[in-house]
């Protein structure tokens, strides 16, 4: 017999929703200019696997159910999509060990972007990837 937690099937419907939302053509007249796409499935997980929060960010214009998409799109563009690239924040933070995987993939002006990294806590996911991962009310 198997035995599937709610918090696994909650993560799965989270990543087929973030998926679906990715797979889904742009609106038309929804402001778009032509160019390269840049749009990032954003998943965040307690420990080093399992994903809690997720969501799909858009750039040009920034849209999408990210809390803080202009933010984040405007890090990105500084660093020219390379999230490891965004200047990390001074920060005082906790030295409470309570792991989280940030993970990224999409394609960032037509480039394709695939990012995972495990911060040792949500203090240093914040200072070393600013508002990009701001998935979570504040």
Known sequence: MTHTS??????????ALALL??????????????????????TV???????????V??????EGRHR?????CAELEAADGRISAI??????????????TAH?????????VDYTETFPNTCTLSARTGAVFALTPA
Not at 45 to 55: L, P
Not at 57 to 62: F, G, K
Not at 68 to 72: C, G, I, Q, T
Not at 91 to 100: E, K, L, R, S
């Open 6 to 15: 709610v918090r696994a099937v909650r993560a799965a419907l989270l990543v």
């Open 21 to 42: 939302a990715c797979a889904a053509p742009a609106r038309a007249g929804a402001g778009h200019h032509p160019g390269p796409d840049s749009r990032l499935l954003l």
């Open 45 to 55: 997980g307690r420990g080093e696997t399992g994903v809690e929060d997720a969501t």
């Open 57 to 62: 960010l858009w750039c040009d214009p920034p």
């Open 68 to 72: 803080r998409a202009a933010d984040a």
């Open 87 to 100: 200047p990390a924040k001074d920060a005082i933070c906790p030295m409470i060990y309570a792991p989280v």
């Open 104 to 112: 990224a993939s999409g394609s960032w002006r037509g480039r394709p």
